[in-house]
């Protein structure tokens, strides 16, 4: 798995590709996301676009995100999923706790 963070409008836009099957592969992005969390950062757009797959260790990677954005007083949002990780997000009906939209445009305008 591979990632960026960059300013994107007025939020923090993190973009996932790859495979997300293991908690050590995401380390350096825990890293990197919680020293945004401290430095008060607190709106975050998530694209899995690129991302081909994501087991349940990546899925909860995932929640273990949000739930730290909103116990921050924040928001991690998703826009824009490949096919394979939306059937997954419905499957195990987290599509009920993120807010997934179909492009990073669209979820920039629901901040």
């Known amino acids: 798995m591979e990632y960026t963070i960059d300013d994107h409008s007025n939020v923090k836009l993190i973009t996932l590709t790859g495979r997300l099957i293991e908690k050590s592969q995401a ?6 996301f919680e020293q945004l ?8 757009l ?4 690129g991302l081909e797959y994501v087991n349940s260790t990546g ?3 995932l929640i273990g995100m949000f739930t730290t954005a909103r116990n921050a007083g924040g928001e991690l949002v998703i826009g824009g999923i490949s096919p394979k990780v ?3 997000m ?10 997934i939209y ?5 979820a920039t305008e629901s901040f």
Not at 37 to 44: L, Q, V
Not at 46 to 49: D, F, R
Not at 91 to 98: A, E, H, N, Q, V
């Open 27 to 32: 380390g350096e992005l825990i890293q990197d």
């Open 86 to 88: 939306k059937k997954l």
């Open 37 to 44: 969390i401290d430095g008060g950062t607190t709106r975050y």
């Open 90 to 99: 419905v499957m195990t009906k987290l599509d009920s706790i993120f807010k």
């Open 46 to 49: 998530m694209s899995l676009e």
């Open 59 to 61: 899925l909860n990677l």
């Open 102 to 106: 179909d492009s990073v445009a669209e």
